[in-house]
């Protein structure tokens, strides 16, 4: 069976869309329209002859239109295989007319959880009759046309004018895969409904991963990749794939891994002091708050300069002109900020490459939600990292208490601390990172590095001394020896702050007493692979 020339359809749908120009198209065609409820109602006041689908049941509409479209002379004008006799029969004997497109949306179930709605509303607007038709008309594609999508349209009206009235193969194998996908896609938000919000449950029996409207990127990891962003169905946040880019090349699959890793990081101080964020393959490599946006950009860049080169920065402020030009002076991927001023935007135009998003709103740190990671042969599924600790809560474990300034700077560094690879080292004085150790197989060399790297900058800067001397210090987990604090204080950090829990606490307790240190302990830990 190739083309199929369209003398019958039946229009039912929620989002009306574009429809009334179509329905006019189709109208004027020749097509005979069928429709049910509010679309009925909607082609007629637009001027078209409709024929309502109980006319064709000879069964009315009832139950407050949940029975309407559950019909044989509905179901069967869609499943008929046209060129099989015993169907053709079937059909002649039963009055049953053929359909030859479906126009069918859903009941807007993701809308009307989104905006808060009771459980009886919820339920009301879970679709039964037009998933069927669609699926009907879906699995009988070789005959049948059917179209989910308002944006496809445009596209049914031009296949059909180039097809004097008819429509390929090709086309109805393409819309029947994406209406597939629109109904499986909506039976699944229906059911991570039931499980999370209305169960309660964490790991429900099926787990469905869906996303949508997908943009196709240039590659993926590595060049030899293919890549794509996807769209979560369902209620989600808000974040980078949302952002709007205002200017710079289109953002690659490392450039939004690294922007969403330094706008979670940078959302930790939403509504907090001037921040920045600088980020180098999804790990932090400055992190500052000051006064200004400015000087917090300065402090964050005087951590590890050499990183920052092409790095990603956020900054949880409307962007300014005089930090949008200094940042300007490095080359830099992307700039992530809640909106920027006119004088920003200019600065920026200066520099073509660099992408500048802006996010509006910023995620909130605590959320809730899912974790999902591939492995051979399985999905590996965790909640979101979303515990945190109070200053009130923290342990005072050695004979030292920290002072005041200490035990803020222990705060900054644990914020950091969490969102660098394990194994994480944060060094961190008077609200900026003096020194980053990531992803090392071992504590000690994390906090080597970390060391390494604030002596690099004093030498760079020219200060007296590297900014870890009077230092506080995170670890995301516990010192399992002496010897990362011992290079810690070696690095001159003052105050510890560590999540505890190892069989040799009283030995790293013990170090830390010995050379006057103050260590505080979380009893959370923050691993990040």
């Not at 590659?219 to 200017?247: C, D, F, M, R, W």
């Not at 969490?418 to 990172?433: F, L, P």
Request: with cysteine; charged share 25%.
């Amino acid at each position: 069976m190739g083309d199929v020339t369209i003398r019958r359809a039946l229009l039912s749908v929620s989002d009306k869309t574009g429809l009334a120009d179509l329905a006019g198209k189709l109208a004027k065609a020749g097509v005979e329209l069928i429709s049910t409820g509010g679309t009925a109602r909607m082609l007629r006041e637009a001027g078209m002859d409709v024929r309502d689908i109980s006319d064709i049941t000879e069964f009315p509409e009832m139950m407050d239109g949940r029975v309407k479209t559950l019909h044989p002379k509905v179901h069967g004008g869609l499943l008929a295989v046209r060129d099989d006799a015993d169907h053709a029969a079937a059909m002649e004997t039963h009055g049953i007319g053929a359909i030859d497109l479906v126009i069918v949306n859903l009941y807007p179930f993701e809308a009307t959880v989104a905006k808060g709605a009771e459980r009886d509303e919820i339920i009301e607007n879970i679709d039964i009759g037009g998933p069927s038709m669609v699926r009907s008309a879906a699995k009988n594609h070789r005959y049948v046309t059917i179209v989910t999508d308002p944006a496809d349209y445009d596209t049914l009206a031009s296949e059909l004018a180039d097809g004097n009235g008819a429509t390929s193969l090709d086309f109805r194998k393409r819309m029947a895969a994406k209406a597939f996908a629109a109904t499986a896609a909506y039976d699944s938000m229906i059911s991570q409904w039931f499980a999370f919000s209305d169960q309660g449950q964490t790991f429900p029996s099926m787990l469905a991963v869906n996303g949508r409207d997908p943009v196709e990127l240039r590659y993926g990891e590595n060049p030899h990749q293919k890549a794509a962003l996807y769209t979560p169905v369902g209620p989600h946040a808000k974040g980078i794939a949302q952002a709007s880019q205002v200017q710079g090349k289109e953002l690659s699959y490392n450039n939004y891994n690294d922007a969403d890793a330094a706008l979670e990081l940078v959302s930790e101080f939403s509504g907090e002091e001037p921040a920045v964020v600088i980020v180098k393959h999804a790990n932090p490599c400055g992190v500052a708050q000051a006064p200004t946006l400015l000087e917090a950009w300065e402090a964050a860049l005087a951590c590890d300069s050499v990183s920052a080169f092409g790095g990603i920065v956020a900054v949880n402020r409307p962007l300014d002109g005089p930090t949008a030009e200094a940042i300007s002076k490095i080359f830099t991927e992307v700039v992530v900020a809640p909106s920027a001023d006119d004088a920003a935007r200019e600065a920026f135009a200066k520099k073509k490459n660099l992408r500048l998003l802006l996010t509006g709103d910023m995620p909130a740190p605590r959320r809730g939600g899912l974790l999902v990671k591939p492995i051979t042969g399985g999905l590996l599924v965790q909640t979101r990292d979303n515990g945190a600790i109070t200053q009130d809560e923290l342990k005072v474990v050695t004979r030292r208490e920290p002072t005041a300034q200490e035990l803020k700077d222990c705060l900054f560094a644990w914020t950091v601390a969490r969102h660098v690879k394990s194994n994480a080292i944060v060094y961190a004085k008077d609200g900026a990172t003096a020194g980053i150790g990531a992803g090392q197989m071992n504590r000690r060399d994390s906090s080597r590095i970390a060391a390494m790297k604030a002596a690099e900058a004093a030498e760079k800067y020219d200060w007296p001394e590297p900014r870890t001397v009077g230092s506080a210090v995170a670890s995301d987990a516990f010192f399992p020896f002496a010897d990362g604090l011992l290079a810690a204080a070696e690095a001159g950090a003052t105050a510890i702050i560590q999540p505890g829990g190892s069989i040799r606490d009283d030995e790293v307790i013990a170090a830390a007493d010995e050379r006057g240190l103050a260590m505080v302990f979380t009893g959370m830990r923050h691993f990040r692979h």
